[in-house]
């Protein structure tokens, strides 16, 4: 029973809040510094990691003749028309029903064009695909001449999920994109997010 008090006495001693004395306490000065940030208006990457836009394939830096202007084609898939080719957003893209799909873009004006650029999403969820396409123009809307026959295009990731076809300087006032095929597995149709004309 003895033995069993100084145990509980022990147990007290240790359990009860440590005395301070009084004298002892003093207050401690809370010192802030404060340290200006440099302004950052942009992400910044050290130079030591590469930037995947780097891989990208360059688009020309001249005006877009083709965005936001009218734009017409067959029939599409689901909700994706063929006014998203030319919203100058690449995360809405036209999906075409079936082969050959026409996409024709109406300048609104006869332009000098030597570029036309086609770009999917550039997310990588996007597959790897090939699309065969040809270029073709207009003065009037009606006759059209080809000025690039058919060929078989990479759309990657790894270089911005676009391509660019460059040909010949030519007055246009309206273009006309044909696809013929398309790689990718989960599409019966050409697939564009945008449409460029230079
Ligand atoms: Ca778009």
Request: a negative charge; aromatic letters at 10%; glycine letters at 6%.
């Amino acid at each position: 029973m003895k033995r069993m008090l100084s145990f509980l006495a022990a147990a007290a001693l240790l359990c009860a809040p440590a005395a301070v004395p009084a004298e002892d306490t003093e207050e401690i000065e809370t010192v802030v510094t404060v340290v200006s940030a440099p302004d950052q208006t942009q992400a910044e990457r050290p130079p030591c990691f590469p930037d995947p836009s780097d891989n990208f394939i360059q688009l020309p830096d001249t005006e877009n003749y083709a965005l936001h202007k009218p734009v017409t084609a067959g029939a599409h898939t689901d909700v994706y028309v063929i006014g998203n080719v030319n919203d100058g957003k690449t995360d809405t893209y036209w999906e075409s029903k079936g082969w050959p799909a026409e996409a024709t873009i109406d300048l609104q004006g006869t332009f000098t064009v030597s570029a036309v650029a086609v770009c999917l999403n550039p997310s990588s969820i996007w597959e790897p695909r090939t699309q065969e396409i040809a270029v073709w123009i207009s003065a009037d809307g009606e006759t059209f001449t080809e000025i690039v026959p058919a060929a078989k295009y990479g759309f990657d990731a790894e270089t911005g999920n676009r391509i660019r076809i460059d040909f010949e300087s030519v007055d246009a006032a309206f273009v006309r994109l044909v696809f013929t095929m398309s790689t990718a597995s989960r599409t019966g149709g050409a697939q564009a997010a945008e449409i460029c004309v230079y």
